[in-house]
């Protein structure tokens, strides 16, 4: 999922202080949500399906991010509600990506068993209505109007001279620089156990963690010369690979609990463990060949740099 330009704010953040620029930033954050809502209402596929998935994991990651400065219950309240949405879109994207997955494995996989791959597709395929219909009852119940009058009044909440957890005079930029360090301090914590080839819980914590991470630069880009467009390419490339890994293993357990015995059920688990194997040979490459510490060493050192004050209008 692209960045939308308007998420580009015209404003020069980086001298701002927090109260201001979390104002702004969930702001941003609340119009990106609800202009994928209107687009996931208009056409339930899998583009749109997937990018208000995105835009509602940015929006938790930035009420997460902004927490110290609102008021607790009511964030984890409206995080809860905004989670309860990603995990209906998530149920009609798995039986999507299969439906991708197994419909072109015959031509990849001459090897593989039409009958098990006919079967398991007839399956997901009647699976896919059930889930769709399911979904399009949730969001039409979702109460969308009442959550976005409450995220309107969040993005107004920060208030300088109501002090919660930080000092709201903090400037943004040693903010940030500390609140993406905590993220890249998880995936680096987390990486030693993601590499060992079994542990697939590991792996999941870990594409979770770096989910958070490219998330919370995203948001922060704003601050940025380059938007952190380097560090955001790699980091995609980790979550890619890492999410790649999470579906063969969703897609291993379709087979298990969908194809018969005897039907091809056997084979179609051994493409996806080969196809598992080869692709945790190129995560474990790219852990050689692309660390993360130099990149967000520098990120953090950009962040805490001090800036000129912006235009007029931008506290100092």
Do not use: C
């Not at 009420?63 to 008021?71: D, G, H, I």
């Not at 009511?74 to 309860?84: D, E, G, N, P, W």
């Amino acid at each position: 999922m692209s960045i939308p330009a308007d998420r580009t704010p015209t404003l020069q953040l980086h001298p701002a202080r927090l109260w201001f620029a979390a104002s702004h930033l969930l702001a941003v954050l609340h119009r990106e949500f609800f202009a994928h809502w209107r687009g996931a209402l208009r056409r339930l596929d899998l583009d749109e399906v997937h990018d208000l998935r995105v835009a509602s994991r940015r929006l938790r990651e930035g009420l997460a991010l902004f927490a110290p400065l609102l008021p607790g219950k009511k964030v984890a309240k409206m995080s809860r509600r905004v989670k309860r949405l990603t995990t209906l879109l998530g149920e009609l994207r798995n039986v999507d990506e299969a439906l991708r997955f197994f419909s072109g494995l015959d031509g990849e996989e001459p090897g593989a068993p039409p009958a098990g791959t006919r079967e398991l597709l007839q399956t997901l395929s009647k699976e896919r209505e059930t889930v769709r219909k399911e979904l399009v009852r949730a969001l039409a119940g979702f109460h969308v109007g009442k959550l976005k009058k409450e995220l309107a009044g969040l993005s107004a909440q920060p208030n300088p001279f109501r002090r919660r957890g930080v000092d709201p005079f903090t400037g943004i930029g040693l903010f940030a620089a500390g609140a993406l360090a905590e993220r890249a301090t998880l995936v680096e914590e987390l990486f030693p156990a993601a590499l060992h080839e079994e542990d697939t819980v590991a792996q999941h914590r870990l594409r979770i963690a770096f989910k958070k991470l490219r998330y919370r630069l995203e948001i922060l880009a704003p601050l940025l010369e380059d938007e952190g467009e380097q560090l955001r390419r790699v980091l995609k490339s980790y979550q890619d690979l890492l999410g790649q890994l999470h579906d063969l293993d969703v897609f291993a357990d379709m087979v298990e609990e969908r194809v018969a015995q005897g039907g091809g059920r056997e084979r179609l688990l051994h493409v996806l463990a080969a196809r598992r194997a080869g692709l945790f040979a190129v995560f474990a490459q790219t852990r050689r060949d692309q660390p993360l510490e130099p990149l967000t060493r520098r990120i953090s050192e950009e962040l805490r740099l001090p800036r000129r004050p912006g235009p007029a209008g931008i506290p100092p």
